[in-house]
């Protein structure tokens, strides 16, 4: 497979800038609090950051509204900070994955600003219009009378996400620009500016938002979008051979074979194998059967294993956290599941510790339900624990007040902890190529109403029980690693072995 060698032995860890470490006393995150706690990167067992963006924005997407692609937020820092994070991270071996948003941008960029006047100027096509002050985008939210020019523009996610013109793949309206048009053209190619800008600092890549969704009109196959991406990230990586890139797509048969990324996540969407194992009322880590996952999985992995990486998370800034769905004990076997499957795994910051998802929480720069899962890092017991100097009214986001609210230092301290469990297993994956996203694998055992998992990975069997009872196995000899109890084949309730 033709992908970046370090990806082999990646373990990606997803940073929410905000909320993993204040570094100046302000109560916000920001990137030199990242760069103190590399290390603490490093000795978990992550070798790459995926940083959500980072970049000018109202925040009203949480960053997901960019207002200037090239310049950090500066309540984040500077790019020089970025740039010393880049060659920090570099020089303990961790790579950096950026957050691309390429489908729409704020309604405050000056593309966007531009674009809205009444006169025809270079960014008048760079967003989707229509040609009258009523007439919207048929099937697609759209905002009228907000600018002097006469027509309406579509909208990517929320009313301030105004949608980047890539063109339509089947043209039917006179304000639709074909997708092989200079207009669109000029997008993909600002776009592929920005992307390099970063790369030449020394980012090693980036997390694609929404990379399935940029032509619009009829390119229900995706043919259209996933050709634009393998032209795109063919041109990028003749410069930068080494700089991988993950979609948000969660369709590996689009996003890896036809699109040509590195990595795609494999989503939480209903019903699909990763919910049927993580979060559905039946999932397999709750102790069900594990066949809704493995089918889904298999047919995910069998398309798309010689083309890249499917990449499993333990949740992220949009989803619940995991630890809503699953108790400690789930969570440890969860992890050793989702860290020795191929593929490159992600986990989200916190989910190490089990960091609750507050649910209660009243939204916060457009996070909603998502605010819950994105409250500042545990560090430390004692003040905002460990997170801030500042005061507690000044944080980003309140920290988990409950008395036994897990923090980093203690499971540090305790050798059966969530954290330590994690970094054992992270510790073996790479001890063990065969472990890692491109040694074989081959389902042994997963049966109808028996929530016994046996599988293969090059020469090593691993077997999981996620459910409260003990379960008979066919295995034999001393693991070489174990989680809960083991003993001549009964592999105990919650638990897990390698032999
Ligand atoms: C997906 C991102 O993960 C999410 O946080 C964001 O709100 C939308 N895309 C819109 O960019």
């Given at each position: 497979?033709?992908?970046?060698?370090?990806?082999?032995?990646?373990?990606?860890?997803?940073?929410?800038?905000?909320?993993?470490?204040?570094?100046n006393?302000d109560?916000?995150?920001?990137?030199?609090?990242?760069?103190?706690?590399?290390?603490?990167?490093?000795?978990?067992?992550?070798?790459?950051?995926?940083?959500?963006?980072c970049?000018?924005?109202?925040?009203?997407?949480?960053?997901?509204?960019?207002?200037?692609?090239?310049?950090?937020?500066?309540?984040?820092?500077?790019?020089?900070?970025?740039?010393?994070?880049?060659?920090?991270?570099?020089?303990?071996?961790?790579?950096?994955?950026?957050?691309?948003?390429?489908?729409?941008?704020?309604?405050?960029?000056?593309?966007?600003?531009?674009?809205?006047?009444?006169?025809?100027?270079?960014?008048?096509?760079?967003?989707?219009?229509?040609?009258?002050?009523i007439?919207?985008?048929?099937?697609?939210?759209?905002?009228?009378?907000?600018?002097?020019?006469?027509?309406?523009?579509?909208?990517?996610?929320?009313?301030c996400?105004?949608?980047l013109?890539?063109?339509?793949?089947?043209?039917?309206?006179?304000?639709q620009?074909?997708?092989?048009?200079?207009?669109?053209?000029?997008?993909?190619?600002?776009?592929?500016?920005?992307?390099r800008?970063?790369?030449?600092?020394?980012?090693?890549g980036?997390?694609?938002?929404m990379?399935?969704?940029?032509?619009?009109?009829?390119?229900?196959?995706?043919?259209?979008?996933?050709?634009?991406?393998?032209?795109?990230?063919?041109?990028?990586?003749?410069?930068?051979?080494?700089?991988?890139?993950?979609?948000?797509?969660g369709?590996?048969?689009?996003?890896l074979?036809?699109?040509?990324?590195?990595?795609?996540?494999?989503?939480?969407?209903?019903?699909?194998?990763y919910?049927?194992l993580?979060?559905?009322?039946?999932?397999?880590?709750?102790?069900?059967?594990?066949?809704?996952?493995?089918?889904?999985?298999?047919?995910?992995?069998?398309?798309?294993?010689?083309?890249?990486?499917?990449?499993?998370?333990?949740g992220?800034h949009?989803?619940?956290?995991?630890?809503?769905?699953?108790?400690e004990?789930?969570?440890k076997?969860?992890?050793?599941l989702?860290?020795t499957?191929?593929?490159?795994?992600?986990?989200?910051?916190?989910?190490e510790?089990?960091?609750?998802?507050?649910?209660?929480?009243?939204?916060?720069?457009?996070?909603?339900?998502?605010?819950?899962?994105?409250?500042?890092?545990?560090?430390?017991?004692?003040?905002?624990?460990?997170?801030?100097?500042?005061?507690?009214?000044?944080?980003y986001?309140?920290?988990?007040?409950?008395?036994?609210?897990?923090?980093?230092?203690?499971?540090?301290?305790?050798?059966?902890?969530?954290?330590?469990?994690?970094?054992?297993?992270?510790?073996?994956?790479?001890?063990?190529?065969?472990?890692?996203?491109?040694?074989?694998?081959?389902?042994?055992h997963?049966?109808?109403?028996?929530?016994?998992?046996?599988?293969?990975?090059?020469?090593l069997t691993?077997?999981?029980?996620?459910s409260?009872?003990?379960?008979?196995?066919?295995?034999t000899g001393?693991?070489?690693?174990?989680?809960?109890?083991?003993?001549?084949?009964?592999?105990?309730?919650?638990?897990?072995?390698?032999?």
């Open positions: 497979m033709n992908r970046p060698d370090w990806l082999k032995d990646a373990v990606f860890y997803e940073i929410y800038p905000s909320s993993f470490y204040d570094g006393g109560g916000i995150g920001d990137l030199n609090g990242i760069r103190q706690k590399l290390p603490y990167v490093k000795e978990l067992g992550c070798n790459a950051l995926w940083l959500n963006p970049f000018d924005s109202p925040f009203k997407d949480g960053g997901y509204d960019v207002r200037d692609y090239k310049k950090v937020a500066p309540r984040y820092g500077t790019n020089e900070d970025l740039y010393a994070l880049f060659r920090e991270a570099h020089e303990l071996g961790i790579r950096v994955l950026l957050d691309l948003v390429p489908g729409h941008t704020s309604e405050e960029h000056p593309w966007f600003l531009e674009s809205g006047k009444a006169e025809r100027n270079a960014y008048s096509d760079r967003y989707v219009w229509t040609d009258f002050w007439k919207g985008t048929p099937g697609h939210p759209y905002i009228g009378g907000e600018t002097p020019r006469n027509g309406t523009y579509m909208l990517n996610f929320f009313k996400q105004p949608a013109n890539y063109g339509w793949a089947k043209v039917t309206e006179p304000w620009t074909p997708a092989d048009a200079p207009a669109a053209r000029a997008t993909r190619d600002a776009m592929a500016d920005v992307m800008f970063w790369l030449e600092k020394g980012c090693d980036f997390r694609v938002d990379a399935n969704s940029l032509i619009k009109g009829d390119d229900d196959d995706k043919s259209y979008t996933c050709a634009l991406w393998k032209g795109l990230l063919g041109e990028l990586r003749a410069e930068f051979p080494e700089s991988a890139y993950v979609a948000e797509w369709w590996p048969r689009q996003a074979c036809s699109a040509d990324f590195d990595m795609d996540f494999y989503l939480d969407h209903p019903g699909n194998g919910n049927r993580v979060r559905s009322a039946d999932a397999y880590l709750k102790g069900n059967d594990p066949l809704p996952f493995v089918r889904d999985y298999l047919d995910r992995y069998g398309i798309s294993r010689d083309k890249g990486y499917i990449s499993f998370i333990t992220n949009d989803t619940p956290r995991i630890s809503w769905y699953l108790t004990e789930q969570l076997v969860g992890y050793a989702l860290f499957l191929p593929g490159v795994p992600f986990l989200y910051y916190g989910d510790i089990g960091m609750r998802y507050l649910s209660t929480l009243p939204t916060k720069e457009g996070g909603y339900t998502r605010t819950g899962s994105r409250t500042p890092m545990q560090w430390a017991p004692g003040k905002n624990l460990g997170f801030s100097s500042g005061e507690p009214d000044s944080l986001l309140p920290v988990d007040r409950a008395p036994d609210a897990p923090t980093a230092e203690e499971q540090a301290r305790d050798p059966n902890s969530l954290l330590n469990t994690v970094k054992a297993i992270l510790r073996l994956r790479h001890r063990f190529p065969d472990l890692q996203a491109d040694g074989s694998f081959e389902i042994l997963a049966r109808k109403d028996d929530p016994l998992l046996v599988y293969k990975r090059g020469t691993l077997a999981l029980n996620p409260d009872k003990a379960v008979k196995t066919e295995l001393t693991p070489l690693f174990q989680i809960g109890t083991y003993d001549k084949g009964i592999l105990g309730p919650f638990s897990f072995i390698v032999s």
